[in-house]
Structure formats: structure tokens, C-alpha cells
């Protein structure tokens, strides 16, 4: 099978594509950069420079390809220019769903997030709980109708499409806002741990790289809608499991919860002045989403795509050693990753 993967070369992406190749697939990956492709390429993957808004480009390479696994997109929770979110996350997922339509590829697996479920009335909510009313992110926002507009489109073509929904993945290799948040304490940089009673589910990024193959590979999974991750947390216990696996101390003082909110409104209106991101990516946009987080029931996936989670305590004892080598240079030039897709 020849599998065409967009954002292969992102934290998640390049889990996804080893492990397609490891599987004996044929992979071709579509990047923006190919100066960031070369980890791909000595995977034995085939790369095409292109964008998930070129339709062009989109339709030529997909050509001669069974199965599209999407998973570019725009994730942060502070862009400067935000209209980013819109033209990736909605208009790119457009063009790539489309484009596969007309490609006729056999297999649509695309990678979402859980924020699309906004806060639901459900605790823990699962695949069919109705979204909440509420979109803690523009991110989330923007992925949300992403999501919607992917469903539609397969609907009124008969696209065999499976969407996850992964929890927060972590793992070596992540310099978004979750493997920030584990650097920053074991380096020491935040004054606070925050939102101790908040709970999310988290998954390892090779647990979600499984689910995807799975997805990829099960004709039962068309149609089928997953959410991803199994072990839920709090965030006192996150933050004492990081210290603990670090060997380092957390900040003796803890700001509550209010104090935090208002301070992230305060950090965002800077952020604009300063035209830089918010001190320690305390946006908006993140504070309430972290205050809120989300419990869900991810046991779907064990059932229908036959996948064991791993303990995400070896999941942070993985990215801490990753980040303790990188700092220290004992890493290759070239193996600092980027998340950015």
C-alpha cells in the first residue's frame, strides 16, 4: 500500500511515518520544508514539497496512492496572526479531503484533536457525547470545523474516512506547549505549577502512532470516530509525576486558579505590544483550556484497534531524557525536532 502522509514532519507525524515503514508501506510524505525532511527520506520515505492549500500540488502527488493519513495542521494556543489557524486547520483540511475524493483513495484516517469537544456535559464524555457549547481555543475552533467540514465531505462522496482524537501526546521530541511545560520544570523556569484540580487524558506519541496504522489498516474502522488516551491526571499529580521522573523539585508555591486566569489576560495584552509569545505560553486561549481540561473514555480504541496503552509515567521518563541530552548537546545537530507542521 502507498500511504500519503501530510505533516510528516512534525512531532507526531514522524512516529507515524516510521512506523508505516516499519509495516513494509510505501509512504510519501507532502512537507513544506525539505530541509526538514531528511529524518523522512532516511526512513525510506519519498517527499514532495508542497502546502495543504495547493490544490495543485495536493492532486498530482496524491496521484497513484491508496490511503491519505492527515495530520498537518496549525496548533498552538497564541498566533500572532491568527487567521494561520483558518487556512490550515479549516481550508487545508478542506482541500486535502477533497483532493483524496478525487485521487479515489481507498482509506481517509485523519488525526483531530479532543478540543473539538469543547466541555461537555459528559464526564467522562466518549465518541457520541454531543460537543459542549463552548471552544475553549481558536485553535479548537478552527478544528472544529475542520472536523465538520471532513465528515461532510466524505458523506456526500463516500470517502472512507476515520477520525482520532488524541488526549495530549507526549513523548521525546515535542517543543509545543505540552513538552514546553515538562521542560520548563526540569529546568526550573515557572514560578508556579498551575490548575491542580484540572484533569486530561494523555496518551504516548507511539500509542497514537499505532492507533493510526490500525486506523489505516481494519476495513471496520471506516466510518468510526476514536478518541485516544487512557490515563487521566490532574494536574498536581502531572506535575508531581514530571518531578518525580526529573528528580527535581516543583515550586513551593502554587497560584490559584483565578489569579492564574487573570494573569494569562494580562501576559496576552503584552504579548500583542510586544509582538512575542505570551511568558511561559500562558495565552488566553491556554489557561482555559488547561483549567478546564477534558476526561474522557478512550477504551474504544483498545477495543476496536486492538491497542495497549503504555504508562505514561514511561512516556515522561522518555521525553525528559530526550530534553536533558538536547540541552546538554549530546544529541546530533539535526535531531532537535519541530513540531511544526
Not at 529524518?39 to 491508496?66: F, H, K, P, Y
Not at 457520541?128 to 472544529?144: C, E, I, N, Q, V
Amino acid at each position: 500500500m502507498r500511504v500519503y502522509v501530510t505533516g510528516a514532519t512534525g512531532f507526531i507525524g514522524r512516529h507515524v511515518v516510521q512506523r508505516l515503514c516499519r509495516a513494509g508501506f510505501e509512504v510519501r510524505c507532502l512537507v513544506r520544508n525539505i530541509d526538514k525532511a531528511k529524518i523522512l527520506i532516511d526512513l525510506g520515505a519519498e517527499v514532495v514539497q508542497g502546502d495543504v492549500t495547493n490544490r495543485a500540488t495536493l492532486a498530482g502527488s496524491m496521484q497513484g496512492c491508496e490511503a491519505v493519513v492527515h495530520l498537518a495542521n496549525v496548533y498552538s494556543m497564541w498566533l500572532l496572526k491568527g487567521d494561520e489557524f483558518e487556512r490550515v486547520n479549516i481550508t487545508g483540511t478542506r482541500s486535502v479531503v477533497e483532493c483524496a475524493c478525487d485521487a479515489g483513495i481507498e482509506k481517509f484516517v485523519y488525526v483531530s484533536t479532543v478540543a473539538v469537544y469543547g466541555v461537555p456535559e459528559e464526564r467522562p464524555f466518549t465518541e457520541t457525547s454531543a460537543p459542549g457549547k463552548r471552544m475553549l481555543s481558536r485553535y479548537a475552533r478552527s478544528k472544529a470545523e475542520g472536523n465538520r467540514i471532513a465528515w461532510q465531505v466524505a458523506s456526500e462522496r463516500n470517502l472512507p474516512l476515520v477520525v482520532l482524537y488524541p488526549g495530549i501526546v507526549l513523548g521525546a521530541g515535542d517543543d509545543k506547549a505540552s513538552g514546553q511545560y515538562i521542560q520548563d520544570i526540569i529546568f526550573r523556569r515557572v514560578p508556579s505549577t498551575i490548575f491542580h484540580s484540572s484533569k486530561a487524558v494523555y496518551v504516548y506519541v507511539e500509542d497514537l502512532a499505532e492507533c493510526i496504522y490500525q486506523a489505516l489498516v481494519r476495513p471496520e474502522a471506516a466510518g468510526q470516530r476514536y478518541l485516544i488516551g487512557r490515563e487521566c491526571l490532574d494536574g498536581k499529580s502531572y506535575a508531581q509525576m514530571i518531578s518525580s521522573v526529573a528528580g527535581v523539585k516543583l515550586p513551593w508555591f502554587h497560584f490559584p486558579d483565578p489569579i492564574v486566569i487573570l494573569a494569562s489576560y494580562l501576559f496576552s495584552a503584552i504579548a500583542r505590544v510586544l509582538r512575542r509569545s505570551p511568558w511561559w505560553g500562558l495565552s488566553v486561549d491556554a489557561a482555559w483550556t488547561l483549567s478546564k481540561g477534558f476526561v474522557f473514555d478512550g477504551r474504544k480504541a483498545e477495543r476496536e484497534l486492538g491497542v495497549s496503552y503504555v504508562p505514561i509515567r514511561l512516556a515522561l521518563e522518555e521525553a525528559v531524557r530526550f530534553y536533558r541530552e538536547r540541552a546538554s548537546g549530546r544529541l546530533p545537530g539535526n535531531s532537535n525536532p519541530s513540531q511544526h507542521q
